[in-house]
């Protein structure tokens, strides 16, 4: 209607100044609060996770056997665990873990799920119907049970948790970037392409892939905690990081033989892990409401 | 000939990202009793923000009427009407009638529901009495097997015949006003002219006043009396349909009716208007068709050109028409 | 007379509809043995109402949907069955413009990159030598240099259309089908297109396949007009002809369906009674028998052939023409 586009088109340009797409991202997320504070918060975590080993008061291997199970004080803020260890410097040593764990999946996944989901959304047909169905067979085993069967197969380690937590991302990603590139295949700008003999290559790569880039990323924040859980939940389990290891879930499973008497050693990993999760999820929420179309309330 | 409508001095307003945008500057127009006034204008000229205006149609966007008069039927000034008030005129007393009969009918409610409701709301009449009036308003309408399209939802038929039924429902109340928003402009030539048939046949039958919105100078000149030519929020011309097209005055309203490609004119190039239409928000200094127009002079571009009145009782803010040359100013 | 750039002989092209559970798969037959040909340097236009097949005609020639049946020769070379990796030839000399100035441009490219797209698909040109012909190439349609390095949705409708007229001339092709190239313009903006449109042909030399629902527009523009009605070409002609002394009841409609700027020329019309008939279940003998005010028997059984009007190159589709 005239009266939208009258007062929609008044918003384009002012004046000289330049359209970025990058400031206009910018200017809308300064309006996100819960996701800036987010934001900020998962800064501070990748901060930590790269000068942690620097900062740390304490060795986190270094057993001490004069101060084992601490409670919170002021030589160890955190408290130590079974072996005099302490949990504040192995918090800080397990950042760097947990989300080199967690990126490195998700980027994985998504790499994978994205070609895959563009593969079967531009070309359709039996190579639709085979990604798909294989997808489909993913998701009726439930995730973790999934990651499970995958550490075991391959064995337990780090390594092993970020190939299982990316595979059992992909077919999700593949999902969402199929059914993106099934809109986007349709807009006039890639018959346009088309109409110019632009390879396939060129129109998925060039065209469709930006289409899809905004509920891409906000997919991937919020895959991020997902990832934590499910890497912390395999090596609470035992099969992901070996026990002496600085990681968030193996200290969780350390601890839990002494949840009766002294809380914090499953308290401290444990809020490390929820305060992680809870931001990367405002910050996903934050950018669906910036760069998702569909959400977009013009 | 007595006046139905008189709209004054309207100035009309949205609010977007906390910044005011005046889409009407001060509109002035009047409508006869009976008269078929054509208003037209490109995208952005405000002439669909006037007809939402008239009826105070702001439900879910940030437009408000700054100031101004709409009087109806006289003294009754629509602008100090609650929406109470107004809603007991709208469908009664002024009808609408909107581009996309698709998003103005409701896809899961049948034909005949959609079309008694307002029968029964304004016109108080009984079941039986609203059903017959319904089936005989249809007939009116040039729809085929009235009774059973009664029972059948607006997907079911053809976009000429959902605009049919849209008219139906205007005039289903006897409106002394019928708003008509594009009526014609998302059909095809054919059915177009089925439908602009129709409301002439219907308009003189009932004696009506309609306000035709339209960007199309062919529909204008096939139906209406009077034509208010509107560019970026303002009337910038107003005459009798045939002084228009045999004279314009306005440099805009010539530059219109030049770049229209008419049958049978054997032109190798079209005039055209040179420029874009501009952004509401960004309006030049001075007269707003100055930056495009072929007569421009320096005053255009510091002072805005008052509306004069001109022979013939037609009007036209242009300082080309400043009192030396003949136009009084209002 | 010049030579004859594009042929197009017995196109038809149907869509399989999505059916019920329970019902037989329907067609739609959008576009039913359609001929013409366009002589180089020439406009043809195919005009007609909706869900006619002239935008599917444009579609089927440019390649963009899978070929139906029927001959398309292009510059002396039957393109109409040939597989995507052989026409890299015909891409270059086909280019596109589209209805909606809006839709039609990457929102997340900037000018200069649309506007060099062909280039990029076909040329081994350097990134500085592309642009450098993107700016002569803005130039020639009304903008400048300064436009390229902004965003299409930071234009107005005319403007993103010049920007879209810019990317079909820059591989300096032969043919440009446009596919309702004004429609979406405002009025005043209208004449500077189809001006700008006119020079373009006689400065490059185009060969115009100009779709459209408007007469007037298309009278402007073309040479040579087909008239579609339900995927079959009805009249075909000159424009001189099919303007001032049309045969077919439907072109005799649609021309007096137009309203006319003139209040002076308010005029008895014929009107078609009825709506368009549906693609899916199109009549049988004459398509247009249902709504015809001349209708006969034989119109109801038999389709009409093609007959030869009486001036060269008018062809009509109708049982009243001897």
């Given at each position: 209607?005239?009266?939208?586009?009258?007062?929609?088109?008044?918003?384009?340009?002012?004046?000289?100044?330049?359209?970025?797409?990058?400031?206009?991202?910018?200017?809308?997320?300064k309006?996100?609060?819960?996701?800036?504070?987010?934001?900020?918060?998962?800064?501070?975590?990748?901060t930590?996770?790269?000068?942690?080993?620097?900062?740390?008061p304490?060795?986190?291997y270094?057993p001490?056997?004069?101060?084992?199970?601490?409670?919170p004080?002021?030589?160890?803020?955190?408290?130590?665990?079974?072996?005099?260890?302490?949990?504040?410097?192995?918090?800080?040593?397990?950042a760097?873990?947990?989300?080199?764990?967690?990126?490195?999946?998700?980027?994985?996944?998504?790499?994978?799920?994205?070609?895959?989901?563009?593969?079967?959304?531009?070309?359709?047909?039996?190579?639709?119907?085979?990604?798909?169905?294989?997808?489909?067979?993913?998701f009726?085993f439930?995730?973790?049970?999934?990651?499970?069967?995958?550490?075991?197969?391959?064995?337990?380690?780090?390594?092993?948790?970020?190939?299982?937590?990316?595979?059992?991302?992909?077919?999700?990603?593949?999902?969402?970037?199929?059914s993106?590139?099934?809109?986007?295949?349709?807009?006039?700008?890639?018959e346009?392409?088309k109409?110019?003999?632009?390879?396939?290559?060129?129109?998925?790569?060039?065209?469709?892939?930006?289409?899809?880039?905004?509920?891409?990323i906000v997919?991937?924040?919020?895959?991020?905690?997902?990832?934590?859980?499910?890497?912390?939940?395999?090596?609470?389990?035992?099969?992901?990081?070996?026990?002496e290891?600085?990681?968030?879930g193996?200290?969780?499973?350390?601890g839990?033989?002494?949840l009766?008497?002294?809380?914090?050693?499953?308290m401290?990993?444990?809020?490390?892990?929820?305060?992680t999760?809870?931001?990367?999820?405002?910050?996903?929420?934050?950018?669906?409401?910036?760069?998702?179309?569909?959400?977009?309330?013009? | 000939?007595?006046?139905?409508l008189?709209?004054?001095?309207?100035?009309?307003?949205?609010?977007?990202?906390?910044q005011?945008?005046?889409?009407?500057?001060?509109?002035n127009?009047?409508?006869h009793q009976?008269?078929?006034?054509?208003?037209?204008g490109?995208?952005?000229?405000?002439?669909?923000?006037?007809?939402?205006?008239?009826?105070?149609?702001?439900?879910?966007?940030?437009?408000?009427?700054?100031?101004?008069?709409?009087?109806?039927?006289?003294?009754?000034?629509?602008?100090?009407?609650?929406?109470?008030?107004?809603?007991?005129?709208r469908?009664?007393?002024?009808?609408?009638?909107?581009?996309?009969?698709?998003?103005?009918?409701?896809?899961?409610?049948?034909?005949?529901?959609?079309?008694?409701?307002?029968?029964?709301?304004?016109?108080?009449?009984?079941?039986?009495?609203?059903?017959?009036?319904?089936?005989s308003i249809?007939?009116?309408?040039?729809?085929?097997?009235?009774?059973?399209?009664?029972?059948?939802?607006?997907?079911?038929?053809?976009?000429?015949?959902?605009?049919?039924?849209?008219?139906?429902?205007?005039?289903?109340?006897n409106?002394?006003?019928?708003?008509?928003?594009?009526?014609?402009t998302?059909?095809?030539?054919?059915?177009?002219?089925?439908?602009?048939?129709?409301?002439?046949?219907?308009?003189?039958?009932?004696?009506?006043?309609?306000?035709?919105?339209?960007?199309d100078?062919?529909?204008?000149?096939?139906?209406?009396e009077?034509?208010?030519?509107?560019?970026?929020?303002?009337?910038?011309?107003?005459?009798?349909?045939?002084?228009?097209?045999?004279?314009?005055?306005?440099?805009?309203?010539?530059?219109?009716?030049?770049?229209?490609?008419?049958?049978g004119?054997?032109?190798?190039?079209?005039?055209?208007?040179?420029?874009?239409?501009?952004?509401?928000?960004?309006?030049?200094?001075g007269?707003?068709?100055?930056?495009?127009?072929?007569?421009?002079?320096?005053?255009?571009?510091?002072?805005?050109?008052?509306?004069?009145?001109?022979?013939?009782?037609r009007?036209?803010?242009?300082?080309?028409?400043k009192?030396?040359?003949?136009?009084?100013?209002? | 007379?010049?030579?004859?750039?594009?042929?197009?002989?017995?196109?038809?092209?149907?869509f399989?509809?999505?059916?019920g559970?329970?019902?037989?798969?329907k067609?739609?037959?959008?576009?039913?043995?359609?001929?013409?040909?366009?002589?180089?340097?020439?406009?043809?236009?195919?005009?007609?109402?909706?869900?006619?097949?002239?935008?599917?005609t444009?579609?089927?020639?440019?390649?963009?949907?899978?070929?139906?049946?029927?001959?398309?020769?292009?510059?002396?070379?039957?393109?109409?069955?040939?597989?995507?990796?052989?026409?890299?030839?015909?891409?270059?000399?086909?280019?596109?413009?589209?209805?909606?100035p809006?839709?039609?441009?990457?929102?997340?490219?900037?000018?200069?990159?649309?506007v060099?797209?062909p280039?990029?698909?076909?040329?081994?040109?350097?990134?500085?030598?592309?642009?450098?012909?993107?700016?002569?190439?803005?130039?020639?349609?009304?903008?400048?240099?300064?436009?390229?390095?902004?965003y299409?949705?930071e234009?107005?409708?005319?403007?993103?259309?010049r920007?879209?007229i810019?990317?079909?001339?820059?591989?300096?092709?032969?043919?440009i089908?446009?596919?309702?190239?004004?429609?979406?313009?405002?009025?005043?903006?209208?004449?500077?297109?189809?001006?700008?449109l006119?020079?373009l042909?006689?400065?490059?030399?185009?060969t115009y396949l100009?779709?459209?629902?408007?007469?007037?527009v298309?009278?402007h523009?073309?040479?040579?007009?087909?008239?579609?009605?339900?995927?079959?070409?009805?009249?075909?002609?000159?424009k001189?002809?099919?303007?001032?002394?049309?045969?077919?009841?439907y072109?005799?409609?649609?021309?007096?369906?137009?309203?006319?700027?003139?209040?002076?020329?308010?005029?008895?019309r014929?009107?078609?009674?009825?709506?368009?008939?549906?693609?899916?279940?199109?009549?049988?003998?004459?398509?247009?028998?249902?709504?015809?005010?001349?209708?006969?028997?034989?119109?109801k059984?038999?389709e009409?052939?093609?007959k030869?009007?009486?001036?060269?190159?008018?062809?009509?589709?109708?049982?009243?023409?001897?």
């Open positions: 209607m005239e009266l939208s586009k009258a007062v929609n088109s008044s918003t384009t340009i002012k004046k000289e100044k330049k359209y970025s797409p990058l400031r206009e991202l910018l200017k809308n997320w309006k996100q609060k819960n996701a800036l504070w987010a934001s900020l918060f998962i800064l501070l975590l990748i930590v996770a790269i000068i942690g080993p620097f900062i740390a304490y060795d986190p270094k001490d056997y004069n101060a084992m199970l601490q409670g004080g002021i030589d160890h803020i955190a408290g130590t665990d079974e072996y005099g260890r302490d949990i504040f410097s192995r918090l800080l040593f397990g760097r873990i947990s989300l080199t764990v967690s990126f490195l999946s998700v980027f994985l996944g998504a790499i994978g799920g994205t070609i895959l989901g563009l593969l079967s959304g531009y070309f359709g047909g039996w190579l639709d119907r085979l990604i798909m169905r294989s997808s489909d067979v993913m009726a439930p995730d973790i049970l999934l990651a499970i069967a995958i550490v075991a197969i391959l064995g337990p380690g780090l390594t092993n948790v970020v190939i299982a937590v990316s595979i059992f991302s992909i077919p999700s990603f593949a999902r969402l970037v199929r993106s590139t099934l809109e986007a295949k349709e807009t006039v700008f890639v346009a392409a109409s110019m003999g632009a390879s396939h290559f060129r129109i998925m790569f060039q065209h469709i892939l930006p289409e899809t880039l905004g509920s891409l997919f991937i924040s919020m895959r991020i905690g997902t990832a934590i859980l499910a890497a912390s939940s395999l090596s609470f389990l035992g099969l992901g990081a070996s026990p290891t600085p990681d968030w193996a200290m969780l499973s350390l839990r033989d002494y009766g008497t002294s809380t914090h050693v499953v401290m990993p444990g809020i490390a892990i929820f305060l999760v809870l931001a990367f999820n405002i910050v996903g929420d934050g950018l669906r409401d910036v760069l998702d179309p569909k959400t977009k309330n013009e | 000939m007595e006046k139905l008189q709209v004054e001095k309207l100035e009309t307003q949205f609010t977007k990202d906390k005011k945008i005046k889409i009407l500057h001060g509109v127009f009047h409508i009976g008269e078929v006034l054509g208003l037209v490109e995208s952005g000229s405000g002439k669909s923000i006037t007809s939402l205006s008239i009826m105070k149609l702001f439900k879910g966007t940030s437009g408000e009427i700054n100031s101004g008069r709409i009087l109806f039927n006289g003294d009754e000034d629509l602008i100090n009407k609650s929406e109470t008030e107004m809603r007991k005129i469908g009664k007393q002024i009808a609408m009638i909107f581009q996309e009969p698709m998003t103005s009918l409701n896809p899961v409610m049948k034909i005949g529901e959609q079309l008694l409701e307002p029968i029964r709301l304004h016109l108080g009449l009984e079941e039986k009495k609203a059903k017959e009036h319904a089936v249809l007939k009116k309408v040039g729809i085929p097997r009235a009774e059973e399209i009664m029972n059948e939802f607006p997907h079911q038929l053809s976009g000429g015949m959902r605009q049919r039924i849209m008219i139906a429902m205007a005039i289903s109340c409106p002394q006003l019928l708003i008509a928003d594009e009526p014609s998302a059909l095809d030539v054919t059915i177009q002219a089925q439908i602009l048939d129709l409301m002439k046949q219907l308009q003189q039958k009932e004696k009506m006043s309609v306000l035709l919105i339209t960007h100078l062919g529909v204008v000149a096939e139906m209406c009077r034509v208010v030519v509107m560019y970026a929020g303002r009337v910038v011309e107003e005459a009798d349909v045939f002084d228009l097209f045999e004279s314009p005055k306005h440099p805009y309203t010539k530059g219109l009716i030049a770049s229209v490609p008419k049958l004119q054997k032109k190798e190039k079209l005039d055209s208007i040179k420029g874009n239409v501009p952004n509401p928000s960004e309006l030049p200094k007269c707003k068709f100055a930056p495009r127009c072929n007569d421009v002079m320096p005053i255009c571009y510091e002072q805005e050109p008052p509306e004069l009145n001109l022979e013939n009782a009007s036209c803010s242009c300082w080309l028409y009192e030396e040359r003949g136009g009084i100013r209002v | 007379m010049s030579k004859t750039l594009l042929k197009v002989t017995g196109l038809k092209k149907s399989s509809i999505p059916a559970m329970f019902e037989k798969k067609l739609l037959k959008a576009v039913h043995d359609v001929s013409f040909m366009i002589p180089e340097g020439k406009t043809f236009s195919l005009v007609g109402e909706s869900g006619c097949g002239k935008s599917t444009g579609r089927l020639i440019s390649r963009l949907i899978e070929p139906g049946d029927g001959e398309i020769w292009l510059d002396g070379e039957e393109i109409s069955q040939k597989k995507e990796a052989q026409l890299k030839g015909m891409r270059k000399k086909v280019q596109m413009i589209f209805q909606d809006y839709a039609s441009l990457n929102p997340r490219m900037k000018v200069r990159d649309i060099a797209e280039l990029t698909i076909h040329t081994n040109l350097s990134r500085a030598e592309r642009y450098k012909q993107v700016s002569e190439i803005l130039e020639v349609v009304g903008l400048s240099d300064y436009h390229a390095n902004r299409a949705h234009f107005s409708g005319g403007q993103r259309q920007i879209g810019a990317r079909a001339l820059i591989m300096k092709p032969k043919l089908i446009a596919d309702e190239p004004v429609s979406a313009l405002d009025v005043s903006i209208q004449a500077q297109i189809l001006n700008l006119k020079e042909q006689a400065e490059f030399d185009l100009f779709i459209s629902h408007d007469l007037s298309v009278e523009i073309s040479d040579h007009i087909g008239v579609m009605y339900l995927g079959t070409i009805v009249e075909s002609g000159p001189e002809v099919i303007f001032s002394n049309p045969q077919h009841p072109t005799k409609a649609l021309l007096s369906s137009i309203p006319i700027p003139d209040p002076k020329l308010r005029r008895e014929i009107i078609l009674q009825g709506d368009l008939p549906s693609p899916v279940n199109p009549p049988a003998g004459c398509r247009f028998h249902t709504r015809c005010p001349v209708a006969m028997d034989i119109c059984g038999t009409p052939p093609v030869p009007g009486e001036t060269a190159g008018h062809f009509v589709s109708c049982h009243l023409v001897e």
